[in-house]
C-alpha cells in the first residue's frame, strides 16, 4: 500500500473551516521577509548553490545543535567533513528529530523546493542529494528564483552601519523584483566592555563614514551619517539584538569617558557599559523616530553560553540559549523615556523567553496612539519559540491583550533560503486556530471576517506598517 506523504494538503489543518481559511486566504498571499540574516552577497551574484550542504546546511545553527545533541562529531557539523558527508550526518540525525520543529521543516523544504516526499533518513540520502542536486542546477533555485518562487515582494537584510551597501547597490540595479533593503544593527556600538571588538568596528565604521572617530561626538556622527545612507538605500528598519533593555541615566559626559576609556583599550566595567548602552539607545531611538523607521527588539537571548567553543568557532554557531532577566522595569522606562522625548518610533519587540509573553504584549498597549494601527508590535514567536507552541503562545497573548488583527505576521529570521516555507508553517498554524474556533462558535462563522484578518496578517499589515518604498 501506498502511504500519502508526511507533508498533505491538510498539513495542521484539523478542521475542514481552518482548511478553506487556508486554501482561499492564506495560501496565496505574498510574502514580507522583514527581518531576515540572509546575505547580501549571495542575492546580489544570484548565488546557484551546488548542493544540499550549501543550500541547506552551510550556516544553520538549528542543525548543528540537532546533531550535536545526537552525538555528531563537530567535524560533521561546522568542521572539515566533506559536504556530502555533512549532508550524510544530517540525514542520519533526521529520525531523531520526531517532535522536534526540525523535523517538520525539514520534509515541508524538501517537499516545497524539489518535491521530495520521502523521509529523510541513512536509507533515503543517497538519492535525496542526487535528486535535489540535479533539481539545483535550474534557475528557479538560484538566489533570485527562490525569491520569485516563493512570491516574495520585499526582504530586509540585516545590516552592520560599518558594512558597505555596495551590495545592496548592485541589487537594485540588477532588476530583481523583489525589494531588498538593509536593516541598521548597530550592536557593535555597544560593546566597550570589549575593546579588542570595539575598536576594529569603529575604525571600519569611520572609514565608512568618512569620520576620524576620536571622541564620542564622532561616533554620533559616523552613526548618523550611516543611519542616513541606510535609508537612502531604502532601508526603513532599524535592529537590536539585546539581552535585555538598556535603561540606565548617563550623562553626556559620562558617555564620553567611557568612550575615552575603550578607546584606549580598557574595558567598561558592567555598569559603565550599561549606561553607555543607554545612552546610544536613546540616539537610537531618536534617529529612527526623525526618518519614520521601524525599530525591533530582540529580547532576551543568553549568547555564547560555551566560552571553550565560543573561542574556537565564534559567534552563531549555535550555543546559545533563552536567557532569564527581568525584563519590564527597563523596557518600560525605555520606551517611556523615547515617548516623553516625543521620539518613540513604530517598536516591534520580540520575546525569546515564554515567562515574558504577557509582560510584553501588556507594554506595547501603553505606548499606542492615533497614529497608525498597532505603533507598537509584540513581534512574531522568535527563536526558540518559532515552532507551533510557541507560535500559538505568541498569537494567544496578543489576541488576548491587544488586537490580533493588526498584526504584521511572520518573517523567516534565517540565514537559510531554504527557510521560505516558514511563513506557510506560520499561516497553517494561525488558520488552524482560527477555524478551530470558528467550528466550536467561538468566532462568528464569517469567512469574509475572519479571512480578511488572515489576509493582513499574512502581507498587508506588514505592508502598510513599514512604509519600504515600491513595495506592491
Not at 478542521?15 to 478553506?20: C, F, I, L, P
Not at 531554504?418 to 468566532?443: A, K, Q, T, V, W
Amino acid at each position: 500500500m501506498r502511504l500519502m506523504p508526511f507533508i498533505s494538503d491538510d498539513f495542521l489543518l484539523h478542521t475542514q473551516t481552518a482548511r478553506d481559511l487556508y486554501c482561499r486566504h492564506a495560501a496565496t498571499q505574498p510574502i514580507l521577509d522583514y527581518h531576515c540574516h540572509l546575505s547580501p552577497g549571495d542575492i546580489a551574484r544570484n548565488r546557484r548553490f551546488a548542493n544540499l550542504f550549501e543550500i541547506w546546511l552551510e550556516g544553520d545553527h538549528y542543525k548543528w545543535r540537532a546533531m550535536r545533541a545526537n552525538g555528531v562529531d563537530e567535524r560533521y557539523c561546522t568542521g572539515d567533513a566533506s559536504p556530502y558527508d555533512k549532508f550524510l550526518a544530517w540525514a542520519q540525525t533526521v529520525p531523531q528529530c520526531l517532535r522536534n520543529p526540525l523535523y517538520h521543516w525539514t520534509h515541508l523544504e524538501l517537499q516545497r523546493y524539489f518535491d521530495i516526499t520521502e523521509l529523510l533518513d541513512p536509507s533515503t540520502a543517497p538519492g535525496i542529494w542526487e535528486r535535489a542536486g540535479e533539481r539545483l542546477q535550474d534557475d528557479a533555485l538560484t538566489a533570485h528564483g527562490i525569491l520569485d518562487k516563493f512570491d516574495v515582494r520585499a526582504l530586509c537584510t540585516t545590516d552592520d552601519p560599518a558594512d558597505s551597501l555596495e551590495h545592496h547597490e548592485a541589487i537594485r540595479a540588477s532588476g530583481l523584483r523583489t525589494r531588498v533593503y538593509p536593516t541598521f544593527r548597530p550592536d557593535r556600538a555597544l560593546q566597550v566592555n570589549e575593546p579588542a571588538v570595539f575598536n576594529p568596528w569603529a575604525d571600519r565604521l569611520g572609514a565608512q563614514a568618512d569620520v576620524a572617530i576620536v571622541r564620542l561626538g564622532d561616533l554620533i556622527e559616523a552613526l548618523s551619517r550611516r543611519h542616513e545612507a541606510f535609508h537612502r538605500a531604502g532601508g526603513r528598519l532599524s535592529d537590536h539584538g539585546l539581552p535585555y533593555c538598556y535603561a540606565s541615566p548617563c550623562t553626556e559626559g559620562q558617555a564620553a569617558a567611557i568612550f575615552d576609556k575603550a578607546r584606549s583599550g580598557h574595558a567598561a566595567d558592567p555598569e559603565e557599559h550599561d549606561r553607555f548602552a543607554s545612552y546610544l539607545m536613546l540616539l537610537f531611538g531618536h534617529l529612527d523616530a526623525q526618518r519614520g523607521w521601524t525599530k525591533q527588539l530582540h529580547l532576551g537571548a543568553r549568547r555564547n553560553v560555551n566560552t571553550r567553543m565560543m573561542h574556537a568557532l565564534g559567534r552563531d554557531t549555535g550555543y546559545d540559549s533563552i536567557g532569564d532577566w527581568p525584563q519590564v522595569e527597563a523596557l518600560a522606562a525605555y520606551l517611556d523615556r523615547l515617548e516623553q522625548e516625543h521620539a518613540l518610533p513604530r517598536t516591534i519587540l520580540y520575546n525569546n523567553n515564554p515567562v515574558d509573553n504577557y509582560p510584553m504584549a501588556t507594554m506595547i498597549g501603553n505606548f499606542q496612539d492615533a497614529s497608525g494601527p498597532g505603533k507598537l508590535q509584540f513581534g512574531s514567536a522568535w527563536w526558540f519559540l518559532d515552532q507551533k507552541d510557541g507560535i500559538e503562545w505568541q498569537i494567544d497573548a496578543l489576541s488576548n491583550t491587544g488586537l490580533l488583527a493588526n498584526f504584521v505576521g511572520m518573517l523567516t529570521d534565517s540565514r537559510s533560503f531554504m527557510s521560505y516555507p516558514r511563513h506557510e508553517y506560520f499561516r497553517r498554524i494561525l488558520c488552524n486556530m482560527l477555524g478551530d474556533e470558528m467550528e466550536r462558535g467561538e468566532l462568528p462563522q464569517d469567512h469574509a471576517l475572519v479571512g480578511g484578518m488572515v489576509e493582513a496578517i499574512c502581507f498587508s499589515n506588514a505592508r502598510r506598517y513599514l512604509e519600504l518604498p515600491e513595495v506592491d
